[in-house]
């Protein structure tokens, strides 16, 4: 596995290269390597990570919890972004820097709703100070793989800067 940080969206063999979504930057692509692949075009799955800060805002034109879904997960629905055209499944990482995450949830799929997305459900059980795993969310796109399932995954940083030595994440 290769993981690529900051690289454009990678080309599809069945599209152009000035196509405009090649020019959009997911923050991660995980480049796996299918030997059994039934030919060389379909030997690597690209599997796309898109990550986002979530909680109170710092500046009242940069809302965390709604750019969650403006410009996280509708990069994964929207053709101009096209991430994961041509695979089904991709993810979204939260860093939880403030605010309750049941609290932050409810802002996150206020926004989901009323961009016509699925709302997402609340975990059984949120784990402070670690990672919680969220259900995936059904997308259906207007490009290939159509019926899309983007798993969500957030990280509890509250506290974080509390610890000795330890910074508070600024993205």
């Known amino acids: 596995m ?4 900051d690289a454009s ?3 599809r063999p069945d599209e152009s ?10 923050d991660f692509q995980c480049v796996l390597h299918n030997r059994l692949a039934a030919c060389p075009e379909e030997s690597q799955v690209f599997y796309i990570v898109e990550c986002k800060r979530l909680g109170t805002p710092d500046r009242a034109d940069w809302v965390f919890n709604e750019n969650y879904t403006r410009h996280g997960i509708l990069r994964f629905r929207e053709e101009s972004h096209g991430y994961a055209k041509g695979f089904a499944s991709g993810a ?3 860093y939880l820097q403030s605010m309750q995450p049941g609290k ?3 802002e996150v799929n206020n926004s989901a709703l009323a961009a016509g997305l ?8 949120w784990k402070t100070g670690n990672v919680t795993r969220l259900t995936s969310q059904a997308i259906e796109r207007s490009f290939p793989v159509t019926s899309f399932r983007l798993c969500h995954l957030w990280v509890d940083l509250r506290g974080s800067e509390n610890k000795k030595g ?6």
């Open 17 to 26: 290269a000035f196509d405009d979504r090649l020019r959009m930057k997911p």
């Open 104 to 106: 932050v949830l409810n």
């Open 9 to 11: 969206n990678q080309p």
């Open 118 to 125: 699925p709302a997402i459900d609340a975990p059984k059980k």
């Open 92 to 94: 979204m990482i939260g």
């Open 2 to 5: 290769v993981i690529m940080l």
């Open 166 to 171: 330890a910074k508070r994440v600024r993205a």
